[in-house]
């Protein structure tokens, strides 16, 4: 009886360890805390400020912002890593009249996403 409890055991720490370390995705993977945006209508610039989190920027990073106007897409913008392990601003040419809603979803390469919208003011 005590071998068996001895396996048991030993099965549950190879459990834990396949689930941290083998399939870090599932312990690691976050959305993106937070996604901030100014738009400049004199240069028609659009920045987007990003909070994501993340130990390992080259694994796990905001894979893309895709950039919406009145619904419409304006932009997928594709990364392979993030520049930062926390937080980090990428700015976008949009042109934009007073009153056009922009839409922007930073997608994260393991798992969520968060949307913000901004209306363009006069």
Same mark, same amino acid.
């Given at each position: 009886?005590?071998?068996?409890?001895? #396996?048991?055991?030993?099965?549950? #720490?190879?459990?834990?360890?396949?689930?941290?370390?083998?399939? !870090? =995705?599932?312990?690691?993977?976050?959305? !993106? =805390?937070?996604?901030?945006?100014?738009?400049?209508?004199?240069?028609?610039?659009?920045?987007?400020?990003?909070?994501?989190?993340?130990?390992?920027?080259?694994?796990?990073? #905001?894979?893309?912002?895709?950039?919406?106007?009145?619904?419409? #897409?304006?932009?997928?913008?594709?990364?392979?890593?993030? !520049?930062? =392990?926390?937080?980090?601003?990428?700015?976008?040419?949009? !042109?934009?009249?007073?009153?056009?809603?922009?839409?922007?979803?930073?997608?994260?390469?393991?798992?969520?996403?968060?949307?913000?919208?901004?209306?363009?003011?006069?």
């Amino acid at each position: 009886m005590k071998g068996f409890k001895n #396996i048991q055991a030993f099965v549950g #720490i190879l459990t834990v360890f396949a689930v941290c370390f083998m399939y !870090p =995705q599932a312990s690691l993977a976050n959305a !993106p =805390q937070d996604v901030k945006l100014v738009y400049d209508s004199q240069s028609q610039m659009l920045t987007v400020t990003i909070t994501h989190k993340s130990a390992f920027p080259n694994y796990h990073y #905001i894979k893309t912002v895709e950039i919406k106007k009145n619904g419409k #897409i304006q932009s997928t913008n594709n990364y392979k890593n993030q !520049p930062d =392990q926390d937080t980090f601003t990428y700015s976008y040419k949009v !042109p934009a009249a007073a009153g056009d809603a922009l839409d922007v979803t930073a997608s994260c390469s393991l798992f969520g996403s968060k949307t913000v919208n901004l209306t363009v003011g006069k």
